[in-house]
């Protein structure tokens, strides 16, 4: 089975930290994606990666960096935490070579999500 | 217009009836749709791709119409435990990457 680890599942953090969210997958996947869902708001992509040490903004990178330098790994970094960054954040994963998304070889699977508070 | 569109929720309905989700995209070079579910506080999963031939699996028929830029989940005797949210996706083609873009979801309720 595929399985998309996302290491910290509840944090509660002060504004002004610096955040780490991790994300491992397990299944050699050339795509690693991070979104954050809010009520109301639906999914949203922070920033997304084609490959080791490659990365692309989505629609709302800011406040946010990532980091992938292996190629299974893909982290989320709040360099500073503020109170709008209050968030459920979903690390999913894909094949690449093709369309990002559900076709039979790039269906995309996603982590169990860390929710995130900072007060 | 906002980029993926569905129908608000949530919908309320008694087992065994049958519920139909509509979904209107925005992008025309949009390449490929789905559904995904999610239940409470877990993450969203694939429950189907939409072809354009229309596509069924068991109780669940998923149709898109490309003219209409329009796709739909429908739902046959619907069970207990297809109470979820029920997200459309599309994935569109940009500067050689292709992402997704999700609705906001519509929640289903069955009730006994």
């Known amino acids: 089975d595929v399985k998309v680890t996302q290491s910290s599942r509840y944090l509660v953090k002060r504004t002004g930290e610096k955040v780490f969210l991790e994300c491992v997958q397990d299944m050699d996947h050339e795509n690693m994606f991070w979104y954050r869902q809010d009520p109301g708001l639906g999914l949203r992509l922070i920033y997304f990666s084609y490959d080791v040490k490659m990365k692309e903004k989505g629609d709302i990178p800011e406040g946010y960096s990532v980091s992938r330098e292996k190629k299974e790994r893909f982290s989320l970094i709040l360099e500073s935490a503020s109170t709008n960054q209050t968030s459920m954040y979903l690390c999913a994963s894909s094949r690449g070579g093709g369309l990002a998304g559900g076709s039979s070889g790039n269906t995309i699977y996603f982590g169990e999500g860390s929710w995130l508070t900072v007060v | 217009r906002k980029e993926v569109e569905q129908d608000p929720g949530p919908f309320n309905v008694p087992e065994g009836a049958t519920v139909a989700f509509n979904c209107t995209y925005s992008?025309?070079?949009?390449?490929?749709f789905f559904w995904y579910r999610q239940d409470c506080r877990k993450e969203p999963k694939l429950l189907m791709s939409?072809?354009?031939s229309g596509n069924e699996d068991g109780r669940f028929t998923a149709q898109l119409n490309r003219a209409s830029q329009y796709i739909s989940l429908l739902i046959r005797d619907s069970k207990l435990s297809d109470s979820a949210t029920y997200l459309c996706?599309?994935?569109?083609?940009?500067?050689?990457?292709?992402?997704?873009?999700f609705g906001k979801g519509t929640m289903l309720l069955v009730s006994p």
């Open positions: 939409v072809y354009s």
């Open positions: 996706v599309v994935s569109s083609h940009n500067s050689g990457y292709s992402t997704l873009t």
């Open positions: 992008n025309s070079a949009s390449q490929s």
